[in-house]
């Protein structure tokens, strides 16, 4: 994510950054790249701004349902 992207999307950003943490950069970033290219894998909104690739078929879960306890960190 570019820096105005974080600034515009902070939430977003650090789920990402946890994410990261927890599965592997190349994996997490793979996911939002397909993302960006028209695939359901990567979707965010936040303050108005939007990113990504929202599922179609309605499967969508707000990061605030979501916890990442317990997850080993990936090894870098």
Not at 2 to 18: G, K, Y
Not at 27 to 35: A, L, P, S, V, Y
């Given at each position: 994510?570019?820096?105005?992207?974080?600034?515009?999307?902070?939430?977003?950003?650090?789920?990402?950054?946890?994410?990261r943490?927890?599965?592997?950069?190349?994996?997490?970033?793979?996911?939002?790249?397909?993302?960006?290219?028209?695939?359901?894998?990567?979707?965010?909104?936040?303050?108005?701004?939007?990113?990504?690739?929202?599922?179609?078929?309605?499967?969508?879960?707000?990061?605030?349902?979501?916890?990442?306890?317990?997850?080993?960190?990936?090894?870098?």
């Open positions: 994510m570019s820096n105005n992207l974080r600034d515009e999307m902070p939430q977003t950003a650090a789920f990402i950054d946890s994410l943490l927890a599965f592997g950069r190349l994996d997490i970033d793979q996911q939002i790249r397909k993302g960006l290219k028209g695939e359901p894998t990567f979707w965010a909104e936040e303050n108005g701004r939007t990113i990504g690739t929202k599922p179609v078929d309605g499967s969508v879960i707000s990061s605030a349902d979501m916890v990442l306890e317990g997850v080993k960190r990936a090894p870098r």
